[in-house]
């Protein structure tokens, strides 16, 4: 049994939660790491994670840049060319990220046994 104090609303395991709670970003995480060596363009990511639009991934990465994962750099030219790397902190935050995505490949049955949340898209098969 662990204390209340262990279940604060500051605890880390809630603060994980808040930090994942957007659909996007172990998603532009993993991408980043596992597709495109640690850093991309915006037009790349966009192309590279599917279903998400452009709006919703710039919202995402400056969320991520407001916490110190990605690090965004505006090239010169015009037009601007902007590239989102992942920063030290975003690698750490990488590896719990792999561990749950490779878990999920591993036990895709287990995943498609769920039952449909009403707002899921998932469709039956």
């Known amino acids: 049994m662990s204390s209340d104090e262990d279940w604060r609303e500051d605890c880390a ?10 659909k996007w970003t172990s998603m532009v995480l993993h991408v980043l790491h596992a597709r ?9 990511l966009l192309r590279a994670v599917p279903g998400v639009s452009k709006k919703m991934l710039t919202q ?13 750099h505006v090239e010169g030219t015009i037009p ?32 498609d046994a769920l039952k449909p949340r009403e707002t899921s898209r998932r469709t039956s098969i």
């Open 80 to 111: 601007p060319a902007v590239e989102y790397s992942l920063t030290d902190l975003g690698r750490r935050f990488v590896e719990p990220i792999e561990l749950i995505y490779g878990w999920a490949r591993e036990n895709d049955d287990a995943l």
């Open 60 to 72: 995402t990465l400056r969320d991520m840049e407001r916490a110190g994962l990605v690090h965004r």
């Open 13 to 22: 395991p809630r603060r994980i939660l808040d930090l994942f709670s957007t």
């Open 36 to 44: 495109l060596g640690g850093s991309a363009r915006a037009g790349v």
